[in-house]
């Protein structure tokens, strides 16, 4: 697999962070925290694509960073087929599904085609508020019971919900000791709190410049996380803002194994977002007909089609590791055109008491399972 050296997915990673910290005011509740899982999203998308006419499939294709929708769609193959793993006490499991409306009933290949690339789970159901239970106790089942729901209605309007879920569990390699952690002042955005500071020295990847500073915290497995601490001139919303795949490359590229005396706050983020305005920002379209499905009306016409985008992420980050869980839905709504939306190391003091960022990547591949923005805890 030949994922790790290409920058695709990953460049779309950063844009969907810059912009999601653009319009951190969709985001819901006032904490200021953000987090977004690219891969989830990506891979939603990559199914939107597979429904839609050839001018909306080329437009998500180069949204992602692919040449075309057979480029995309190898990506996704390659990333279903390699990415989930239950190994080296790391989990990651991946799963996508779709929901058509019964009075919407999709022909041709297209069933058979999400199946095949994305393992995805097909099911046809009335649309209807009777019927919301069976999406969410599939989010619920493939989050390990993180993200308990993803709608709260079925709208009758509604041809199909294309929905992508991702579930993270890793385990530090080295553990923070409990006995360690106490109560310490955290510098939010808004206003200042109480959090519960996990301290540790250890050896990990560090490097610096003048606008930020950035630390690697490897889990069994083939993933890590790492923080970003921006400097003291600079906001971490701010910095999110033109924060680019470049950069990242940089950060990681020029890491030292350094010993670090870390100081890294407890917490647990839940986010929740209609990122479709984001999306379209991004070049998602914002209508088109739903050809690839053969969805057609009364009159024998293939229907048009607009997504709607919700998503939905959990993190939490303790003294033993972290746990992460996304949900992308895609909604696709009936619609007229137009109508849419050991060795001797130098040694740093890092601590993580005031806004700061943070990513969850495998190694792997180098995706980008979550990339967030803690402002306030």
């Known amino acids: 697999m030949c994922i790790r050296d290409s920058t695709s997915i990953n460049q779309f990673s950063f844009k969907f962070l810059n912009q999601a910290a653009l319009s951190a005011e969709d985001f819901d509740g006032n904490d200021g925290n953000i987090a977004v899982s690219p891969l989830s999203t990506s891979i939603c998308l990559a199914m939107v ?39 080296n006490g790391a989990i990651l499991t991946i799963a996508n599904s779709a929901w058509y409306n019964t009075l919407y009933p999709p022909s041709g290949n297209w069933a058979e085609n999400l ?48 929905l992508n879920a991702l579930y993270f569990q890793g385990k530090w390699i080295m553990d923070f000791d409990p006995d360690l952690t106490d109560s310490a002042e955290f510098n939010g955005e808004k206003q200042n709190s109480e959090v519960k500071m996990m301290h540790a020295t250890m050896p990990l990847e560090y490097a610096s410049n003048a606008d930020f500073a950035n630390v690697s915290l490897p889990f069994y497995g083939n ?52 990122i ?67 060795e001797e190391i130098n040694e740093v003091t890092l601590t993580f008491d005031r806004p700061f960022l943070y990513f969850i990547e495998n190694t792997t591949t180098g995706s980008i399972l979550i990339a967030g923005i803690i402002n306030n805890l």
């Open 223 to 274: 993933s890590r996380i790492v923080f970003v601490m921006p400097s003291e001139e600079k906001a971490a919303t701010e910095l999110a803002k033109t924060f680019s795949y470049t950069d990242w490359h940089t950060a990681i590229s020029r890491a030292e194994k350094t010993k670090v005396n870390l100081s890294l706050p407890k917490f647990k983020a839940d986010c929740s977002a209609d």
């Open 276 to 342: 479709s305005d984001i999306l379209y920002k991004l070049g998602l379209p914002e209508a088109f007909d739903l050809d690839k499905m053969e969805v057609k009306d009364q009159f024998g016409r293939i229907l048009n089609g607009a997504p709607i985008v919700h998503h939905k992420t959990s993190v939490s980050i303790e003294e033993k590791g972290a746990e992460a869980a996304a949900i992308t839905d895609a909604e696709i709504v009936v619609t007229s055109p137009g109508d849419a939306r050991p």
């Open 49 to 87: 694509a597979n429904s839609g006419d050839r001018e909306s499939e080329k437009a998500i294709a180069n949204m992602l960073g692919e040449v075309n929708l057979q480029q995309l769609n190898s990506t996704c193959n390659k990333l279903m087929r390699f990415l989930p793993s239950t190994a």
């Open 115 to 162: 199946a095949s690339t994305f393992g995805s789970h097909i099911k046809g159901i009335e649309f209807a508020d009777k019927n919301v239970a069976l999406i969410n106790n599939w989010c619920s089942e493939n989050t390990n019971g993180h993200i308990p729901s993803i709608i709260d209605r079925l709208r009758p309007e509604g041809v199909v919900h294309l």
